[in-house]
């Protein structure tokens, strides 16, 4: 126990390896480069670019490409008309934003727990949560993994929900041989740093229905009912608007690298599920943690590498493993409190701990470990080596 870096022994790390972190290359310097030389810096053909080649990678009709993954949701909650008195199921294992956006357009997020093993949206929860207010579901693709989708769409269809995927976690995954993005009536994402590709900040929706993609153009967009290009075609300054809308819009500048990102995006997901896979073989044999079960219809993004400490394994909680982590200089991170755990929702919808008993049991036994695309083998040799050494220590 003395050798742990948290009491004063050597760290596995001198630099703190983070959990996550984006991967920019020389292409993408010169892609943005381009970007900055050229007419536009937003607003310009970048963006429908992005959208055709991000759509036709997912095997969509239609891409939106909106200003961050947090908006891309308040966007399809306007899409989908929630209104004041709407309910819209969440699950409560996930980022506070997939919560949030149903409040933002004045509805009622309905808090559902996940399932233990995968914490994925768990759809008996949800089927017991249904009311003849219900508009929608949205179901969060945790950590990678693809939720169970053919039970979710049964569901919406025999009571007229809507299917919502926010699949950040999940680029690049597939559900029984479809892929990501194309599993919900829409698909949410985010191309922030951490996750599978990087607009700086940035979002997209996916859908097959070509009305809700033009009120999601309309809506980033103030609500304009004639986009600037069409105007320029038509010679006019004319334009009416017909609903509130916001500037919700991404710039050429970062279309143009989101073009170049996804270019590597197959590549770069199988650096990841490689990673993965060496942290799957060497967890099989070290007592104190446990990593999330991966159901065998489906391939994960992975997003995240979520581990549980096993208390009945070692002396010591969640807390410890934690910190102790931190001094071998290995970046933990915690995904993710609980949504019906946090002050806002006790105060706006009267939640409170004991609603959902999985994720509050997860929750205070979950570690995200370091997972990323540039990570060499041995970082992710440096991460086995700490964990060995701290379940060892403290078993
Ligand atoms: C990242 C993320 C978001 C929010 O995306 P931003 O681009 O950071 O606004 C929403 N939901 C989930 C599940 C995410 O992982």
Redesign the pocket.
Known sequence: MSDLAINGGTPVREAMLPYGKQTIEQDDIEAVTNALQSDFLTTGPEISAFEKEFASFVGTAEGVAVS???VS?HTIMNAIDVQPGDEVIVPTM??I??ANSVLMQGGTPVIADVQPGTLLLDPTDVEKKITDKTKAVVA?DYAGQPCDYDELRALCDKHNLVLID?A??ALGGTYKGKSVGTLADLNSF???PV?AITTG?G?MITTDNADFAERMRKFRNHGISKTAEQRQSQDTWEYEIHDLGYNYRLTDVQCALGRSQLKKLPQWVARRQEIAAKYDEAFANISGVTPLTQKEDRTSGRHLYVVLVDPDVLSVGRKEVFEALRAEGIGVNVHYIPVHMQDLYKKKLGTKEGMCPVAEDAYSRMITLPLFTKMTDEDASDVIKAVEKICAAYS
């Open positions: 961050n993954g947090t949701l996930t980022f934003a997939t969060v926010d950040p976690h985010s191309f922030h996750k900040e979002g």
